[in-house]
């Protein structure tokens, strides 16, 4: 049972491009949330989703971030016109049901480390 | 505010030696304490979680303990290993939106 997949692990974009970032969940876990996570600093919230549904994107800044988790295939983090402030690890979990901030284990994968040239 | 702090920033121990990790926190109400090992450019693992009623848990050589009334968390390591340089971070649940707060870490380096 392979874990969380992300890819790419490493992206490298210029101001301005876009960044898109996959993440393909646990076999049979329905629920993804991503993360953020700076140099020194804590993960941070963006999104949870469920398939075709946004759950809770409070932690997703109003302009130029999006995320969607399609009935068939990975999530996507999309990060159009990046800047700078934008490179930073961003990892996804995924659970098997939801609410696990109460109920349960979250698995995460090994992230992908964006760099904004 | 909800916040997840934790102590020391850093610790540096030698191969074989004990440590303790510290986590407090003002997340209120709460519903669950999480340990996450997270290796350099890797993905958290998560080591123990605690519900509020919980005092304390143990995963090997790892043992969570949690005091709710102070709102205090500690990660003792027992005997540590060359593979216990990470960083441990400390995650607590807020139960009146299931999100997972999470502390900064500490940065644990065990030299032989």
């Known amino acids: 049972n392979a874990g969380v997949m992300q890819n790419p692990r490493h992206l490298v974009r210029r101001r301005g491009q876009e960044a898109r970032l996959r993440c393909s969940p646990m076999?049979?876990?329905?629920?993804v949330y991503w993360y953020r996570q700076l140099p020194e600093e804590g993960l941070k919230f963006m999104v949870y989703?469920?398939?075709?549904?946004?759950?809770?994107e409070s932690g997703m800044p109003k302009e130029r971030f999006s995320a969607e988790f399609p009935k068939e295939g990975p999530s996507i983090l999309r990060i159009q016109q990046v800047v700078r402030g934008d490179s930073a690890a961003y990892f996804c979990?995924?659970?098997?049901?939801?609410?696990?901030?109460?109920?349960?284990?979250?698995?995460f994968g090994e992230g992908s480390r964006l760099t904004v040239l | 505010k909800n916040q997840v702090e934790q102590s020391p920033q850093s610790l540096i121990i030698l191969e074989g030696k004990n440590c303790t990790l510290q986590?407090?926190?003002?997340?209120?109400?709460?519903?669950?304490l999480r340990w996450y090992k997270q290796d350099t450019g890797r993905g958290p693992v998560s080591l123990t979680i605690?519900?509020?009623?919980?005092n304390t848990k143990s995963n090997g050589r790892y043992t969570a303990t949690l005091d709710a009334d102070t709102k205090q968390s500690s990660l003792h390591i027992t005997a540590s290993q060359l593979s216990d340089s990470a960083s441990y971070i400390c995650?607590?649940?807020?139960?009146?939106?299931?999100?997972?707060?999470f502390g900064t870490g500490t940065r644990l380096q065990v030299f032989p």
């Open positions: 979990a995924s659970s098997p049901y939801g609410l696990a901030g109460r109920t349960g284990e979250l698995f």
């Open positions: 076999k049979g876990h329905s629920h």
């Open positions: 989703l469920q398939k075709e549904n946004i759950i809770d």
């Open positions: 986590c407090n926190y003002t997340v209120s109400p709460f519903s669950n």
């Open positions: 605690m519900t509020f009623s919980e």
């Open positions: 995650v607590v649940s807020e139960s009146n939106t299931d999100k997972l707060i």
